[in-house]
């Protein structure tokens, strides 16, 4: 059982940064490849990003590449999403996941199955 927390979330201006941060509970966290994604009232949840179980790979939807970067701290049991030259679209509601991805890969939704709440990010134009 893994229990993941997100914060980080805020409103911010077109331009701007702003690093997400999701912490996981549980002694397996290492054993996890660990995902996030993004939703938006009336849409799919959208895969914005994920990182193998051991860091050493990453995954990005295409809406979001070249801006957003993952990145994971085994001792912490941390996972982060550096957001960078954030734009209106990228307004939506920011859920963590841990899961595998051996059958359906790593920016698949069906590839989880622990989420955090969510973190609510607002991105002024």
């Known amino acids: 059982q893994v229990q993941l927390v997100e914060s980080g979330g805020g409103l911010v201006q077109a331009g701007d940064s702003l690093r997400l941060s999701c912490a996981a509970s549980?002694?397996?966290?290492?054993?996890?490849?660990m995902g996030w994604f993004r939703q938006v009232p009336g849409k799919e949840r959208e895969s914005v990003a994920a990182?193998?179980?051991?860091?050493?790979?990453?995954y990005y939807g295409d809406s979001v590449k070249g801006r957003f970067i993952i990145s994971r701290d085994g001792a912490k049991n941390t996972v982060y999403l550096q957001m960078n030259s954030l734009e209106p679209e990228d307004t939506a509601v920011y859920y963590c996941?841990?899961?595998?991805?051996?059958?359906?890969?790593?920016?698949?939704?069906?590839?989880?199955?622990?989420w955090g709440q969510g973190t609510q990010v607002t991105v002024s134009s």
């Open positions: 549980g002694r397996t966290f290492s054993s996890y490849a």
């Open positions: 996941a841990a899961g595998g991805c051996l059958v359906y890969g790593c920016l698949e939704r069906r590839s989880y199955h622990y």
């Open positions: 990182i193998s179980w051991n860091g050493g790979r990453t």
